[in-house]
Structure formats: structure tokens, C-alpha cells
């Protein structure tokens, strides 16, 4: 589980690369790149969802996980979270526009990797060869 | 620890937002957010580094996990390692142009986190403060 201490000491310095132990960004980052994090925030980057509905689009996460995971998103202020006051109460959450530029990120990172999954498959089974 | 088997059911039908269930994109994806593959890619991102270099980069890592993410991350294609045939052996690591370009996107996104810190930070506070 993401702790939140990690240090990538600077390298050339041109101001970008340090690291505090334990700042916000790198707590932050570490929720967003928790093992459920990513997939919530791309499962709600096409527009706010009921906690059921998101469960549904995201694969063998339990509702204890999405849960955790949520919450750790609304304290950022990645996701927002609205209880509609009926009976049941009906939970949506949706991204703030800090969750959704991050998401933009998630999501140009993730067609990066797939444009080049031809390349990335080639690759893995030239090393699975040589083993 | 990542398995790959994440499915993110599609919203609206724009083409981008399948993930296929154990697709190779998913599972390299799934690579670099692991626990250390960010900081790995974000570690050699200023060139190559000899692998005890690497490892007093992140802070908390051990040997076995540093070994086991560029392991992984080698066979994706998105790290090369060298090894010069000295006594003892010299290994290096770096990235490849599908590793740089990943780490790129790695790289936006921690700014765009940083960028917003202060605003996290204040959610952060009156989340806190409300419970």
C-alpha cells in the first residue's frame, strides 16, 4: 500500500526532479497510482457515477477497495462526493477539475503505452526467448 | 502487487476507453504503477544510472523490488539493461524511447499534482477538520 516516503534524489538541476519525503505531491501521486487510483479516475473521467456504477466499470475491485480508494481521492480533492438526502441515500462522485487534468494525464499515458503494445509485445517475447 | 486483470468498462462509445481484460497495454500499464515503477522511470529519467546508483535514488527500495521492477519493466521494453563485462560485472539501465516517453507523461503529470499542491493541501485540511 502506498506510504507516501519515496525520495527520487535530483538529478542535473534544473529544479524539477526533487522529491520531498512525505509532501503533498508524492503522498498524492501515490493515491492516484494506488493499485485501484488510476482505474477509478479514468472510470470516472467520462462523467460522474453512482458508487454501484463505478464498481460495475472497474473489474475484481471490492467495495472495501473503492471505497478506501475513494476516500483517499476526495481528502486530495481529486474526486468530489455528493449524497443525494433520499432513502437510500444515492452517493455520486464525480472528478474535480484537478482529478480531471490528472486524469488527462492518465489517459495520454495509457494511449502512449498502446500505440506502442505491437513493439511492447514483440519486446517481451524476444525476452521470454532468450530464457 | 499488479496482476493486469483490470477491465474499465467503456463509456460513451468514443473508441478509447476499452481496456481490454489481461490486454498487454493494461499489463504494462499496470507495470509502471506499480508500487516503484513510477520512481524507476522517474529515477533514470536523466540518463542512465549503474543499478546501486539507481537504487540510492529511491528512498525505501530494496534490492529484491528495485531487481524484480526493472526486471519487469526490461522485458516491457520501456527500460534496456547493459551489462559490461568487467570483474565484477557493471550493470546499466536506461530508458528506452517507449521508457522515455512514458516517462514524460510520468513526468507532466507529478507537475500537474505539484502545480495544484497548495489547493490539495487545503481539501486535505477541511476534510480533515469536518470529521
Redesign the interface.
Known amino acids: 500500500m502506498?506510504?507516501g516516503?519515496?525520495?527520487?534524489?535530483p538529478?542535473?538541476p534544473d529544479g524539477?526532479?526533487v522529491?520531498h519525503?512525505n509532501?503533498?505531491?508524492v503522498q498524492?501521486?501515490d493515491h492516484?497510482?494506488s493499485?485501484w487510483g488510476?482505474?477509478v479516475l479514468?472510470?470516472l473521467?467520462?462523467?460522474p457515477l453512482r458508487f454501484f456504477e463505478l464498481r460495475?466499470?472497474?473489474?475484481?475491485?471490492s467495495e472495501k477497495m473503492l471505497s478506501q480508494t475513494l476516500r483517499n481521492l476526495?481528502?486530495?480533492?481529486?474526486v468530489w462526493r455528493h449524497v443525494e438526502p433520499t432513502v437510500p441515500p444515492q452517493v455520486t462522485y464525480g472528478l474535480t477539475e484537478?482529478g480531471s487534468?490528472?486524469a488527462d494525464?492518465?489517459?495520454?499515458?495509457?494511449?502512449?503505452?498502446?500505440d506502442?503494445?505491437e513493439?511492447?509485445?514483440?519486446?517481451?517475447v524476444r525476452?521470454?526467448d532468450a530464457r
Chains 1, 2 share one sequence.
Open positions: 502506498p506510504v516516503n519515496q525520495v527520487v534524489k538529478g542535473p524539477s526532479e522529491f519525503s509532501c503533498a505531491a498524492v501521486f492516484i497510482t493499485r488510476i482505474w479514468l472510470g473521467h467520462h462523467g460495475g466499470r472497474i473489474e475484481g475491485i476526495v481528502r486530495d480533492g481529486l484537478i487534468g490528472t494525464h492518465l489517459t495520454g499515458m495509457f494511449g502512449w503505452i498502446r506502442h503494445a513493439a511492447i509485445v514483440d519486446t517481451q525476452y521470454d
